[in-house]
């Protein structure tokens, strides 16, 4: 597939102030041309004009962030990176509708379906006569550059990414790990790892202990 290296151009929709639990975000609803969806960016801090920026480009995972499943850690990976980004007093969360690494929902229930008869994850999207990893990061590099972002320290395990938005004209000053592992390149030894982390993600993906403790008023929910 080829991969998009010139930026689009951008519109946004709508934006407001989005308090989370995890500090105060303004939010704006954009969409680039050639592209129906839209996409999220989360912006806490002002990044406009600054060097090394943190950001998430994130790829929507509706079963891994709203139901918790076990079979990505994408609800993980989200969690982590706006503490982070709150952590750091700026930063950026980009958003992008770009389900099943770009297959969008149906295929990627289909290969969960060929995954329940034993194909791994690649397997089974190639079984579909799909790629990979569909994802390309045009919106994203667009709405970096809307925002008037310097450089970048962008938080993946994805080399692919980095570059893809290298190639899209963003500076990458620094890649931060990501706490746990996720792209194509780990998912084999992602989804080792999700089997034997089994008891952790519950606890990654809880609501955290402060909102819980006071939720409750009480101790009776603390581990
Ligand atoms: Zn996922």
Same mark, same amino acid.
């Given at each position: 597939?080829?991969?998009?290296?010139?930026?689009?151009?951008?519109?946004i &929709?709508?934006?407001?102030?989005?308090?989370?639990?995890?500090?105060e975000?303004?939010?704006?609803v954009?969409t680039?041309?050639g592209?129906? @969806?839209e996409? &999220?960016?989360?912006?806490?801090?002002?990044? +406009?004009?600054?060097? @090394?920026?943190v950001?998430?480009?994130h790829?929507?995972c509706?079963?891994g962030?709203?139901f918790?499943?076990?079979?990505?850690?994408?609800?993980?990976? &989200?969690?982590s990176?706006?503490?982070?980004v709150?952590?750091r007093?700026?930063g950026i969360? &980009?958003?992008?509708r770009?389900?099943g690494?770009g297959?969008?929902?149906?295929n990627?229930?289909r290969a969960?379906?060929?995954q329940?008869q034993g194909?791994?994850?690649?397997?089974?999207?190639?079984?579909?006569?799909? !790629?990979?990893?569909a994802?390309?990061?045009e919106?994203?590099a667009?709405m970096?550059?809307h925002?008037?972002?310097? +450089?970048i320290?962008?938080i993946?395990?994805? !080399?692919e990414?980095?570059?893809a938005?290298e190639?899209l004209?963003?500076?990458?000053?620094?890649r931060?790990? +990501?706490?746990?592992?996720?792209g194509?390149e780990?998912?084999?030894y992602l989804e080792?790892k @999700?089997d034997r982390?089994h008891?952790l993600i519950?606890e990654?993906?809880?609501?955290?202990q +402060?909102?819980a403790h006071?939720?409750?008023?009480?101790?009776d929910?603390r581990?």
């Open positions: 597939m080829e991969r998009p290296t010139t930026i689009p151009p951008l519109a &929709l709508a934006q407001a102030t989005l308090p989370t639990r995890y500090g975000f303004r939010t704006l954009f680039v041309e592209d129906a @969806r996409h &999220l960016a989360l912006i806490h801090g002002q990044p +406009s004009g600054k060097e @090394r920026v950001v998430r480009v790829s929507e509706i079963t962030e709203v918790g499943s076990l079979k990505c850690d994408c609800g993980a990976q &989200l969690d990176a706006m503490r982070e709150v952590r007093g700026t969360i &980009l958003y992008l770009q389900e690494r297959i969008g929902l149906t990627k229930i969960y379906a060929l329940d194909a791994d994850t690649v397997d089974a999207n190639r079984l579909l006569g799909l !790629p990979d990893d994802r390309t990061y919106a994203a667009a970096l550059h925002l008037g972002v310097r +450089s320290e962008l993946t395990n994805n !080399p990414k980095v570059r938005l190639e004209g963003i500076q990458v000053a620094a931060i790990p +990501s706490l746990v592992p996720v194509t780990a998912r084999r080792v @999700r982390m008891h519950p990654r993906e809880a609501v955290p +402060s909102v006071g939720a409750t008023g009480s101790d929910n581990p």
